[in-house]
């Protein structure tokens, strides 16, 4: 048959909407898919066996999430290929074979900027601060400062990662380079920003992050989805118009089914239909 296999692989994957998602995606362009949850233990070999097992199983494509977005990269960039957004990202999201070996991009930038413009959040210009050091924030960096982003602060739990992923994504891309980023612990930041992103994986748990009482924002964007975020209440308390990572999950997965699949999704179609 022309049915065609997919899965998201990660560490919680109950929570994960993405077959869902894939699903309506498959019945707009009227294909065959199965796309599963696939849980991994949190360990780098246990994620490449999984990878090779699907592939070799004949699978078309596969999603990547917490907390294997960096791990995925380690693979394409020792013995696959990587997109130029994975490579700046030093994360990827999105896995298929291409030539034989093991092609891995990163489309969770583009598909947040994608939401905010759809939100009509003005980036050009913007002063953001992004929470988090991990394979989410580091995919975001770049297509933000392509949207026109001005100023970017990442702040993260553990400052020192902060840091290196600032250093990293300058060694990367001349373009972020440019734009003279800086990064502070998580407790630290402080002040009004135009855009404040929660890329860590707290959202997971429930729980707050420490943030001061004097940092500010216009927009607050929650990475995370498909619950109560404190994060987005907090802001919106303040003042702040909120969104939660619903629209980015569409949009990133909205790209990689057309990296996979070749179809474009009409998403305007599948809110309508929802
Ligand atoms: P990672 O595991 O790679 O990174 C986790 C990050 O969260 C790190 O910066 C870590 O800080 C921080 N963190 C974790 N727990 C805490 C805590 N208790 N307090 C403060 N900081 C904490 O995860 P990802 O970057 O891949 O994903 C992050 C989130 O973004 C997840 O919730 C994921 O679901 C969401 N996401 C949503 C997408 C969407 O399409 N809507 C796309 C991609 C991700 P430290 O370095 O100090 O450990």
């Known amino acids: 048959s022309n049915l065609q296999h997919f899965i998201v692989i990660g560490n919680p994957i109950a929570h994960s909407k993405s077959p869902e998602i894939h699903q309506r995606f498959a019945e707009q362009a009227q294909l065959q898919i199965r796309y599963n949850r696939q849980y991994c233990p949190d360990d780098a070999a246990s994620f490449i066996a999984v990878v090779e097992a699907f592939f070799n199983g004949g699978g078309v494509g596969a999603n990547v999430t917490v907390p294997f977005k960096q791990v995925a990269y380690q693979l394409c960039a020792g013995r696959g290929q990587l997109s130029a957004h994975a490579k700046v990202a030093g994360a990827v999201n999105t896995l298929m074979l291409k030539e034989g070996q093991i092609y ?18 003005p980036l050009k210009g913007a002063k953001v601060a992004i929470l988090g050091a991990g394979g989410a924030s580091r995919g975001v960096a770049l297509p933000l400062i392509e949207a026109g982003i001005k100023q970017l602060t990442i702040a993260n739990r553990t400052v020192e990662k902060a840091q290196a992923l600032i250093e990293q994504l300058c060694a990367a891309s001349p373009v972020i380079d440019a734009i003279n980023p800086d990064y502070c612990g998580l407790e630290q930041l402080e002040g009004d920003f135009d855009l404040i992103i929660n890329a ?4 997971l748990s429930g729980e707050m992050l420490p943030l001061k009482e ?9 990475m995370m989805y498909g619950r109560e975020l404190p994060f987005l209440t907090h802001f919106s308390d303040k003042g702040a118009e909120v969104s939660s990572g619903y629209g980015m999950l569409i949009g990133q997965a909205a790209l990689s089914f057309k990296l996979w699949t070749g179809a474009s999704v009409d998403l305007n179609a599948l809110t309508e239909a929802q």
């Open 214 to 222: 004097n940092l500010n924002c216009d927009y607050a964007y929650d």
């Open 200 to 203: 860590t994986s707290i959202g």
């Open 104 to 121: 891995g991009d990163n489309t969770d930038g583009q598909g947040l900027v994608n939401h905010l413009l759809s939100l009509g959040w």
